[in-house]
């Protein structure tokens, strides 16, 4: 099935650095949502954007929903510990009368305490 | 509130056998509930989607006769894994929207073995 490319796959960072991660689509979308995923836990909805060029910011985290609508990136700052998990985009479709989610590959972000 | 749980959260079973995952919304009335399958350290992968009472719509190369999906509640929807295999083994997670938003809220998914 189709998927967003997400860049890049995996991060180390340090606590207190700030991080950067996007998601590249062939495909044009209207909304673009960010999850993060806990292990073994199912993923948890971090921002949501809705229109082109767009820029939200919740806490620590900022995304972007790119002019050409077919991109995005989410920016962390100040990382801690628990921004320990996987980062997944999604892009929402229609199909019928119902709201499809496509994921992205994922970001695996770890974080040296 | 938007709580959806799963259960079990852990199975594991005998090759060729049957096992049943409930999807719940503990506290609103889903409409539309979604099954995704999660390979280890992969994406997830939309399986189907169903509508209370109605047959679930399948994506392309999910066989929906061996990912039995029944929607039979607002509240309640099943995933039945039947003549199960050891690459059937996955994480499967569901999700739900109510009618007064398209936010899909998860589930904290399944984790299923196959022997």
């Known amino acids: 099935g189709q998927q967003l490319n997400q860049s890049p796959q995996s991060m180390f960072i340090q606590e207190g650095e700030d991080v950067s991660m996007n998601c590249t689509s062939s495909?044009?979308?209207?909304?673009w949502l960010w999850y993060k995923q806990d292990p073994g836990e199912g993923p948890v909805l971090l921002i949501a954007?809705?229109?082109?060029?767009e820029l939200t910011s919740n806490g620590r985290l900022t995304a972007q929903f790119g002019i050409t609508r077919k991109d995005s990136f989410l920016n962390i700052s100040a990382s801690i510990p628990s921004d320990v998990g996987i980062y997944f985009c999604?892009?929402?479709?229609?199909?019928?009368?119902?709201?499809?989610?496509?994921f992205g590959t994922g970001t695996l972000l770890a974080v040296q305490p | 509130g938007a709580v959806v749980s799963q259960h079990p959260s852990r199975v594991i079973c005998k090759s060729g056998t049957s096992v049943k995952i409930e999807c719940r919304s503990l506290?609103?009335?889903?409409?539309?509930m979604f099954w995704y399958r999660q390979f280890p350290k992969k994406s997830l992968m939309l399986m189907a989607t169903?509508?209370?009472?109605?047959?679930?719509?399948?994506e392309q190369g999910v066989e929906k006769d061996k990912f039995l999906i029944n929607h039979a509640s607002l509240t309640l929807s099943t995933l039945t894994v039947t003549s199960a295999h050891p690459e059937d083994s996955s994480f499967y997670i569901c999700?739900?929207?109510?009618?007064?938003?398209?936010?899909?809220?998860f589930g904290p998914g399944t984790r299923l073995t196959v022997l």
């Open positions: 999700s739900a929207t109510g009618s007064s938003s398209d936010e899909q809220f």
């Open positions: 495909s044009i979308f209207n909304t």
């Open positions: 954007l809705y229109k082109a060029g």
């Open positions: 999604a892009g929402v479709g229609r199909s019928g009368a119902t709201n499809k989610l496509i």
């Open positions: 506290d609103f009335q889903a409409t539309t």
């Open positions: 169903s509508n209370e009472g109605s047959k679930a719509t399948y």
